[in-house]
């Protein structure tokens, strides 16, 4: 009768060692399916890298081909002639409304056929002066006369304190000189007046759109309000 115990023991460690066997089978066959797996998706890899672009890749190129999401301030630019900004390669490029079809009397040398420094010296004769009406409101006079900014044989440009030639489309470029804080706040954005909208293109208006050069300071004024408010009601 002391067998029975002794065969059913050995009867039970049998069956345990079949299914630890068939476990460690189970396990050896799935394993080599997703080696399988991963070997067959290797060898399709460098195709499924070239349709697939990373997503961060895939924003870059389509802002690139649409910028601003697509939207763009052209419509409200009709009429207005622009010129690119130059002296701010830290900026993206934008534009300022073209000026020089705005002044009434250009090119100056039309009229002006002598020296800023020859008629500085008829200042005080009774000889007729033009642009008599403008008084230098800018700086002090031991800083500032006309010939700061105007040329002396070139009246149809500005000049810089180097004494080069600025066009009166980048008249911006003479006032940077001094006002170089303001410039930059004007080249990134926060400072002047912008035209159109805020997509692209930029265009905004020169320092002298909004500044008068002979007297720049803005004069003092009360806000301004609407001159009829709708009516609001509340459900």
């Not at 890749?57 to 630019?77: A, C, F, N, R, V």
């Not at 159109?196 to 300071?217: D, E, F, L, Q, Y």
Request: aromatic residues 8%; hydrophobic residues 35%; charged residues 20%.
């Amino acid at each position: 009768m002391k067998v029975w115990p002794v065969l059913l023991k050995n009867w039970m460690e049998n069956i345990n060692r079949i299914h630890l066997i068939k476990q460690m089978q189970v396990k050896f066959l799935s394993f080599g399916l997703l080696l399988v797996f991963l070997f067959a998706c290797d060898t399709q890899a460098p195709e499924e890298r070239v349709k697939h672009e990373p997503f961060t890749l895939l924003i870059q190129k389509k802002s690139s081909e649409t910028p601003s999401g697509g939207l763009t301030t052209e419509p409200y630019l009709q009429g207005i002639q622009r010129e690119k900004v130059q002296g701010f390669p830290d900026r993206s490029a934008f534009f300022l409304a073209e000026r020089v079809s705005k002044i009434t009397h250009f090119p100056c040398g039309e009229c002006h056929t002598r020296m800023v420094s020859e008629l500085k010296e008829l200042e005080n004769s009774n000889t007729p002066k033009a642009h008599w009406n403008i008084s230098l409101q800018h700086a002090s006079k031991d800083l500032m006369n006309c010939q700061t900014c105007h040329p002396n044989s070139r009246m149809n440009t500005l000049r810089s304190l180097q004494g080069a030639p600025i066009e009166f489309n980048h008249a911006y470029q003479l006032c940077a000189q001094c006002h170089f804080q303001q410039a930059r706040d004007w080249s990134g954005g926060a400072h002047g007046k912008r035209l159109g909208g805020w997509a692209s293109p930029r265009v905004i208006k020169n320092c002298t759109g909004c500044h008068n050069a002979h007297n720049p300071r803005l004069e003092k004024r009360w806000p301004s309000r609407a001159s009829s408010l709708p009516n609001f009601t509340l459900e």
